[in-house]
């Protein structure tokens, strides 16, 4: 099994910046990805950016060049730095992890931009 625990949400004003982090632990021997979806309400769940083992990383269209992912891989954690953030970017954000092709998904954690 494979546990993920997720911080950093919040409320911030738009134009604002938010950290957000993933640690992942337990049944850990080899993580294909690691990244972040989120889940506006009324919206079904989206990617916003993804870590591959092999470097390969994807960014949806509506965060690039405003959110970075990065990953510590001793540590098994991911994180996703969002600046210029938008209240269109108002949504539960999850964790994903990829686990010898089972995935696994964060509680989620709110993130909400005033306006």
């Known amino acids: 099994q494979v546990q993920l625990v997720e911080s950093g949400g919040g409320l911030v004003q738009a134009g604002g910046s938010l950290r957000l982090s993933c640690a992942a632990s337990g049944s850990i021997f080899s993580i294909n990805a690691m990244g972040w979806y989120r889940q506006a309400p009324g919206k079904q769940r989206e990617l916003v950016a993804l870590?591959?083992?092999?470097?390969?990383?994807d960014y949806a269209d509506f965060v690039k060049g405003r959110f970075t992912i990065s990953r510590d891989n001793a540590k098994n954690t991911v994180y996703l730095q969002m600046n210029s953030l938008k209240p269109e970017d108002t949504a539960v954000y999850y964790c994903?992890?990829?686990?010898?092709?089972?995935?696994?998904w964060g509680q989620g954690i709110q993130v909400t931009v005033s306006s």
């Open positions: 994903y992890v990829n686990v010898y092709s089972v995935v696994y």
């Open positions: 870590s591959t083992r092999s470097g390969r990383i």
